[in-house]
């Protein structure tokens, strides 16, 4: 026997004697997915493979047709969850010490990259969901029986921008608050409940306006009467918990549906 | 003005000279593709040549000398690009250039048309970048997303449009559109599985080497004394910003962008045609198409990308290849509708309720000097739907019921107002059609 086949042979019997023990057993409750019938069992009892049907229309699957840029819009926001589980460990939502955290994450931390892996990947992903919606809107994959799921891949799309909008001011650098000023001042303009905004005359009750800078739409969205500390804060718990929690829901229903409503369109 | 900015040259030559080199090796694969797979000998040997072409360029732009033979535009050409451009000819060249392709999409989705569009992108581009002020804008941070966002938008446009002109010369011929072929269904694992798989790692080694290129932006310590000029948005929302140029916040940056929004979530219930589903088509549903084309490349990402490379200091335009100089003087003198009629029509001063007089009294007064305004966007909003639905949209009002119609008819005006504003500011300098600064209500 020469050495390249013992190797192999050895390689093979360490292979079966761990694919057979009972702790594989445990976690795979099938052979590999080798022959048709196992590679149907494992889209079946795999829980992250059960995302998808077992079978598919081989044009629907084709990356001509699909970009696949639904897929690496959440592959995307993966590696966002993670890489930003990974900040948070490194930054203070705080005036003296966001900035100076984002200083040592570029200067200091082994892994220096993690922060523009980041801000690249939300870049990369607002551009992903546009060109995803925009194939979905190209292949008329939103009509009927598909309209809801359109809907709420619209409500992931604004959800996308205020993921990104509310981490543009984290590093709270110059062009952070400025960014998040500039943004937020539309609030003040906001009909009636903004105090800039068109009607805000008419919240206006017993001699006592309603409406003040105090009180308006772009103060509940800074916390306060301009970008400062309550903003930084607000925007954090927005960025990290609230908005994440939320899309999280929706992409769930979102690929839910997917199936529900027929799987990848199609012609009929 | 001065010549070559020989500092910018020294750093940015290496680059160039890289982008040339990898420019000729594209070719080069193409040529090898045209030779091998398709058998085009001649188209081949173009490619070939087109390929030595960049390869002769890139030790000219190694060497990086202004005054020797480096590749640019030229400052001629530079200086025509800058006096030329502005926010009327930008937005009009867009829509003149996008309509042409579309009304010529047979001609332009062949391959070797696009491929030569590619490269004449490229090339200009990489000319371009000799020039320190627009590498600076192309190559700050924030700004190389929406550079690849172009390309990207640019090719996969193409390749919905090729398929769509294919499936539309099939479907006119009587057969099935592709999609419809070969359709036999395939197990998910390994054939989606495994492209998802490779789609990953191509994407997460993709985001490695772009983080460690490219370092993510960080200024001085915020400060809220310090104001930057320009103040810019985040650049998605660059877009919102620019119309700000012709509208109040109230509208350019709430009414309209959650009408966008509402609208967009209203299409599949607005869109009765039943055909074009499941595969790429143009010609069966032409409206549709067009409409949403107009909303997304041509107001959303036209926008975003006037607002981002082309608005300097004081949010005033500059060229591509123009300094940003913050004492870039700008004439102003816009009026409004009300302004138009009482002064210069009917030669008086504006209608102005006496002091001391009650809120109705002072509505009235405001009511009598806008009249004008408020008719017209009145009678924009409320007697053009019913006129449309009796001529041009006579079909779809039969078929979509009164209140689908009106929600429809409604929002493509609402969408048409800022292209309306626009060609209004350009021609006539009208700053508001409706003035009543006294409720925060400017349109």
Same mark, same amino acid.
């Given at each position: 026997?020469?050495?390249?086949?013992?190797?192999?042979?050895?390689?093979?019997?360490?292979?079966?004697?761990?694919?057979?023990?009972?702790?594989?057993?445990?976690?795979?409750?099938?052979?590999?997915?080798?022959?048709?019938?196992?590679?149907?069992?494992?889209?079946?009892?795999?829980?992250?493979?059960?995302?998808?049907?077992?079978?598919?229309?081989?044009?629907?699957?084709?990356?001509?047709?699909?970009?696949?840029?639904?897929?690496?819009?959440?592959?995307?926001?993966?590696?966002?969850?993670?890489?930003?589980?990974?900040?948070?460990?490194?930054?203070?939502?705080?005036?003296?010490?966001?900035?100076?955290?984002?200083?040592?994450?570029?200067?200091?931390?082994?892994?220096?990259?993690?922060?523009?892996?980041?801000?690249?990947?939300?870049?990369?992903?607002?551009?992903?969901?546009?060109?995803?919606?925009?194939?979905?809107?190209?292949?008329?994959?939103?009509?009927?029986?598909?309209?809801?799921?359109?809907?709420?891949?619209?409500?992931?799309?604004?959800?996308?921008?205020?993921?990104?909008?509310?981490?543009?001011?984290?590093?709270?650098?110059?062009?952070?608050?400025?960014?998040?000023?500039?943004?937020?001042?539309?609030?003040?303009?906001?009909?009636?409940?903004?105090?800039?905004?068109?009607?805000?005359?008419?919240?206006?009750?017993?001699?006592?306006?309603?409406?003040?800078?105090?009180?308006?739409?772009?103060?509940?969205?800074?916390?306060?009467?301009?970008?400062?500390?309550?903003?930084?804060?607000?925007?954090?718990?927005?960025?990290?918990?609230?908005?994440?929690?939320?899309?999280?829901?929706?992409?769930?229903?979102?690929?839910?549906?997917?199936?529900?409503?027929?799987?990848?369109?199609?012609?009929? | 003005?001065?010549?070559?900015?020989?500092?910018?040259?020294?750093?940015?030559?290496?680059?160039?000279?890289?982008?040339?080199?990898?420019?000729?090796?594209?070719?080069?694969?193409?040529?090898?593709?045209?030779?091998?797979?398709?058998?085009?000998?001649?188209?081949?040997?173009?490619?070939?040549?087109?390929?030595?072409?960049?390869?002769?360029?890139?030790?000219?732009?190694?060497?990086?000398?202004?005054?020797?033979?480096?590749?640019?535009?030229?400052?001629?050409?530079?200086?025509?690009?800058?006096?030329?451009?502005?926010?009327?000819?930008?937005?009009?060249?867009?829509?003149?250039?996008?309509?042409?392709?579309?009304?010529?999409?047979?001609?332009?989705?062949?391959?070797?048309?696009?491929?030569?569009?590619?490269?004449?992108?490229?090339?200009?581009?990489?000319?371009?970048?000799?020039?320190?002020?627009?590498?600076?804008?192309?190559?700050?941070?924030?700004?190389?997303?929406?550079?690849?966002?172009?390309?990207?938008?640019?090719?996969?446009?193409?390749?919905?449009?090729?398929?769509?002109?294919?499936?539309?010369?099939?479907?006119?011929?009587?057969?099935?559109?592709?999609?419809?072929?070969?359709?036999?269904?395939?197990?998910?694992?390994?054939?989606?599985?495994?492209?998802?798989?490779?789609?990953?790692?191509?994407?997460?080694?993709?985001?490695?080497?772009?983080?460690?290129?490219?370092?993510?932006?960080?200024?001085?310590?915020?400060?809220?004394?310090? $104001?930057?000029?320009?103040?810019? %948005?985040?650049?998605?929302? *660059? =877009? &919102?910003?620019?119309? +700000?140029? #012709? /509208?109040?916040?109230?509208?350019?940056?709430?009414?309209?962008?959650?009408?966008?929004?509402?609208?967009?979530?209203?299409?599949?219930?607005?869109?009765?045609?039943?055909?074009?589903?499941?595969?790429?088509?143009?010609?069966?549903?032409?409206?549709?198409?067009?409409?949403?084309?107009?909303?997304?490349?041509?107001?959303?990402?036209?926008?975003?990308?006037?607002?981002?490379?082309?608005?300097?200091?004081?949010?005033?335009?500059?060229?591509?290849?123009?300094?940003?100089?913050?004492?870039?003087?700008?004439?102003?003198?816009?009026?409004?509708?009300?302004?138009?009629?009482?002064?210069?029509?009917?030669?008086?001063?504006?209608?102005?309720?006496?002091?001391?007089?009650?809120?109705? $009294?002072?509505?009235?007064?405001? %009511?009598?000097?806008?009249? *004008? =305004? &408020?008719?017209?966007? +009145?009678? #924009? /909003?409320?007697?053009?739907?019913?006129?449309?639905?009796?001529?041009?949209?006579?079909?779809?009002?039969?078929?979509?019921?009164?209140?689908?119609?009106?929600?429809?008819?409604?929002?493509?005006?609402?969408?048409?107002?800022?292209?309306?504003?626009?060609?209004?500011?350009?021609?006539?300098?009208?700053?508001?059609?409706?003035?009543?600064?006294?409720?925060?209500?400017?349109?």
């Amino acid at each position: 026997m020469s050495p390249g086949q013992w190797f192999r042979n050895s390689a093979a019997s360490a292979g079966d004697m761990v694919r057979g023990s009972q702790v594989w057993k445990s976690v795979f409750r099938h052979p590999l997915p080798l022959d048709r019938r196992n590679r149907i069992v494992v889209m079946l009892t795999n829980f992250f493979l059960h995302l998808h049907p077992v079978s598919a229309k081989k044009q629907g699957i084709a990356l001509s047709y699909t970009w696949c840029m639904g897929g690496v819009t959440f592959f995307l926001f993966l590696v966002e969850t993670v890489t930003g589980v990974l900040l948070m460990f490194y930054y203070r939502p705080t005036l003296e010490w966001a900035y100076w955290d984002i200083t040592n994450l570029r200067d200091v931390i082994s892994l220096g990259i993690l922060r523009e892996v980041h801000r690249w990947g939300a870049h990369a992903m607002v551009i992903t969901v546009w060109l995803h919606m925009y194939r979905v809107f190209l292949t008329g994959s939103y009509k009927p029986p598909r309209e809801f799921n359109w809907v709420i891949g619209v409500i992931l799309l604004v959800l996308t921008l205020l993921l990104s909008f509310t981490g543009y001011l984290l590093p709270w650098d110059q062009l952070a608050i400025w960014a998040i000023t500039v943004g937020s001042n539309m609030a003040r303009a906001h009909p009636i409940i903004g105090h800039e905004g068109p009607g805000q005359q008419i919240l206006f009750v017993d001699g006592v306006d309603m409406i003040t800078m105090g009180t308006d739409a772009r103060f509940a969205l800074l916390g306060a009467r301009f970008v400062g500390e309550e903003t930084l804060n607000r925007f954090y718990i927005l960025h990290c918990v609230a908005i994440p929690l939320a899309a999280a829901m929706l992409l769930a229903i979102h690929f839910w549906r997917v199936r529900k409503d027929g799987g990848i369109s199609g012609p009929l | 003005m001065h010549g070559f900015d020989h500092e910018h040259l020294e750093s940015i030559s290496g680059f160039l000279g890289q982008y040339y080199l990898a420019l000729a090796l594209m070719n080069a694969v193409a040529a090898f593709y045209v030779w091998h797979k398709a058998q085009r000998v001649w188209l081949a040997g173009f490619w070939a040549v087109v390929s030595t072409g960049y390869v002769m360029l890139s030790p000219l732009a190694f060497g990086g000398n202004g005054s020797w033979w480096m590749p640019t535009l030229g400052t001629r050409i530079e200086h025509f690009v800058n006096d030329m451009t502005g926010p009327v000819v930008y937005s009009l060249g867009i829509v003149c250039s996008l309509s042409t392709l579309f009304v010529f999409r047979r001609f332009f989705v062949r391959p070797v048309v696009a491929w030569t569009g590619l490269n004449l992108m490229l090339l200009v581009m990489g000319l371009s970048m000799a020039d320190a002020a627009f590498a600076s804008i192309v190559t700050k941070a924030d700004n190389v997303p929406i550079v690849g966002l172009i390309y990207l938008l640019c090719f996969f446009t193409w390749l919905a449009a090729s398929r769509a002109v294919e499936n539309d010369d099939r479907m006119s011929r009587g057969l099935p559109p592709r999609e419809k072929d070969d359709n036999e269904k395939v197990l998910v694992w390994p054939d989606l599985v495994y492209t998802e798989m490779i789609c990953m790692i191509v994407l997460t080694a993709g985001l490695i080497v772009w983080a460690i290129v490219l370092e993510a932006p960080l200024e001085e310590p915020g400060s809220t004394v310090k $104001t930057p000029n320009p103040s810019k %948005a985040p650049w998605y929302f *660059l =877009g &919102l910003q620019e119309m +700000l140029v #012709y /509208f109040d916040p109230w509208y350019a940056g709430i009414v309209l962008p959650l009408t966008a929004v509402g609208g967009l979530m209203a299409i599949p219930y607005l869109d009765f045609n039943k055909q074009g589903n499941g595969y790429y088509t143009i010609e069966q549903r032409k409206f549709s198409y067009i409409t949403f084309q107009f909303g997304f490349i041509i107001i959303w990402i036209t926008l975003i990308v006037l607002g981002t490379f082309l608005r300097g200091p004081n949010w005033n335009f500059f060229g591509p290849f123009e300094t940003w100089d913050a004492h870039k003087a700008r004439a102003l003198s816009n009026i409004n509708v009300s302004d138009w009629f009482w002064r210069d029509v009917m030669q008086t001063s504006l209608p102005k309720a006496p002091s001391g007089t009650g809120k109705i $009294t002072e509505l009235a007064y405001i %009511a009598q000097r806008e009249w *004008l =305004g &408020l008719l017209t966007v +009145l009678g #924009y /909003f409320m007697l053009l739907p019913p006129l449309m639905a009796t001529t041009v949209f006579r079909k779809f009002f039969v078929r979509m019921g009164f209140v689908r119609y009106m929600i429809m008819s409604n929002l493509l005006l609402m969408m048409a107002t800022l292209p309306i504003k626009m060609v209004l500011r350009w021609t006539m300098n009208l700053k508001y059609i409706v003035y009543i600064p006294e409720y925060f209500l400017n349109f």
